[in-house]
């Protein structure tokens, strides 16, 4: 059974601060990592990491996969209020009938405060 | 282009009364999904639709049914509510296979009394 584990679950920092969350899994053919930012109502998509990009970056936001030892991070600099949010991440199988699936952890819940 | 829409937004229900939620995508997606989420366990997949006319299990299928209507609409059916299913339902859709990002409705909020 594929399991992603994010830590923190939660998170409390001021504006201005830079964060890093984790995210490791167990999946029995890895596919992608994807992160996403869920605010009031609907997680929208940020990165998709796979065997053949393994960094991105937007603005203050940036990610990186490590394959070996079966993590992600994602780090946000310079937060600002508008960064408080659930941030998820997946993990998508490409075994069989997992195909097209992903397996989320449980959040981390980011508060910025001014 | 209004991407993934479901209804209702919000819904009441007594023990044991049943309802159905609706989905609909309109980026001609083949992989629908359904998930519920409740507090500290992220997203958990209920069913999904790999494509049209196909349906399978996901995670906690238990109290649920789909039907896949058309390539566009997959609804989510609740024959007998229970208190354990009061939670915040989400519908997605992918482009399915290698197309693996997946694209959020706005949410149901249930609540079973």
């Known amino acids: 059974e594929d399991k992603v584990v994010q830590s923190p679950l939660s998170l409390v920092v001021h504006e201005g601060d830079t964060v890093t969350l984790n995210c490791s899994y167990e999946?029995?053919?890895?596919?992608?990592l994807l992160w996403y930012k869920q605010e009031k109502k609907a997680p929208t998509f940020l990165f998709m990491l796979?065997?053949?990009?393994i960094e991105k970056k937007s603005g203050r936001l940036s990610s990186i996969l490590d394959k070996k030892e079966l993590f992600s991070i994602l780090n946000i600099t310079a937060t600002q209020t508008g960064d408080s949010a659930i941030y998820l991440c997946?993990?998508?199988?490409?075994?069989?009938?997992?195909?097209?699936?992903?397996?989320f952890g449980q959040g981390t819940i980011l508060t910025v405060h001014p | 282009n209004a991407g993934v829409t479901q209804t209702p937004k919000f819904q009441v229900l007594k023990t044991g009364q049943s309802m159905t939620l609706q989905c609909a995508q309109d980026?001609?997606?083949?992989?629908m999904y359904w998930y519920r989420q409740d507090p500290g366990m992220g997203l958990r997949l209920i069913y999904y639709?790999?494509?049209?006319?196909?349906?399978d299990k996901g995670e906690v299928p238990n109290g649920y049914n789909v039907s896949r209507l058309n390539k566009r609409e997959f609804s989510l059916r609740l024959e007998s509510a229970a208190p354990s299913q009061t939670s915040v339902y989400f519908c997605?859709?992918?482009?399915?296979?290698?197309?693996?990002?997946?694209?959020f409705g706005p949410g149901t909020r249930l609540l079973v009394l």
């Open positions: 997605a859709s992918s482009g399915g296979g290698a197309q693996e990002t997946q694209y």
């Open positions: 999946v029995t053919n890895f596919r992608s």
């Open positions: 796979t065997s053949s990009g």
């Open positions: 997946a993990v998508g199988n490409a075994g069989g009938t997992s195909y097209g699936k992903l397996t």
């Open positions: 980026m001609n997606h083949n992989s």
């Open positions: 639709s790999a494509s049209e006319g196909t349906t």
